[in-house]
């Protein structure tokens, strides 16, 4: 699938030590899955998770979803064999969790090559320092690690998420100067539909391209609320022919439902229904 257009509303983390999870997923409609082998894989099973996510890597079976590996930090004493192990799997990228800067980035290439690099952004020199992360040549991705952040900032959790409003943003703003691709984190009370679905509203308001999520009962919430709206849809293509017909006539500007449509409008609409195309493909 077409990077630039590939989506990511729903980004699984499934732990690489979990082989009916690692199974299941092959089944469930995520736009991406991540291979966990850092924080939901314990210490003693992480030399036999990366064993068993090889072999399910090898088996495939898991479509068009995009598949990306979360490796142990390099700073870790598991970190550096898993890249090695790991960097011939059938991936599409690799994830590297708690990146503070592009050197932390630069000494995974070094082990991977020219492979897409996902980062978790997800400390404060990570945040600060957001900008030349996504001007790495071989960063793809940024992945919101939520909890991490809270527990580095020492904020509390609240519904509004006022206390890591300006990390997202960073993160977002860095993002889209590099093209890069950027996911929100995770919800914890992965039962709690309701709570899901406010906080994906706001993680599309804000302008992420979608949500990580820790179990497949979030896969359907997530999907919607990033997903352009059939409104949107229909928008965008009355815009596109408004647009359209003010240049065969050269007459005016356009207006649709009352609003001005200039170019910048019509550049909108054509990725919101190129979105709409790719989330087609994927079903
Ligand atoms: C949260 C869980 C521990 C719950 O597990 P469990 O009680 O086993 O769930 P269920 O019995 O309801 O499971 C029903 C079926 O679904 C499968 N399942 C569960 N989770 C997943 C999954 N993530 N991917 C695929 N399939 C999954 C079960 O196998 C059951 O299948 P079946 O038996 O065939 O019906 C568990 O969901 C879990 O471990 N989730 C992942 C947790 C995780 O990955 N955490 C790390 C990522 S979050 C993070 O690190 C944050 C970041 O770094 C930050 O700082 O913010
Ligand atoms: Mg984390």
Redesign the pocket.
Known sequence: MDASTRPYRSVLYIPGSKERALDKARGLPVDAIIFDL??AVTPDAKPAARETLKAALDQGGYGEKARIIRINGLDTEWGAEDATLLKDADADAFLL??VNSAADVQALVDILGDKPVWC?I?TPRGVFNALEIAAHPSVAGFVA?T??LAKELGCRSREDRLPMMFALQQMLLAARAHGVVVVDGVYNQYLDEAGLKAECEQGRDLGFDGKTLIHPAQVDIANAAFAPTEAEIDLARRQIEAHEEIERTGQGVAVVDGKIVENLHVETAKKTLARAEAIARMA
Do not use: I, S
């Open positions: 850092e924080d969790p708690k978790m997800e690690g909890n991490d």
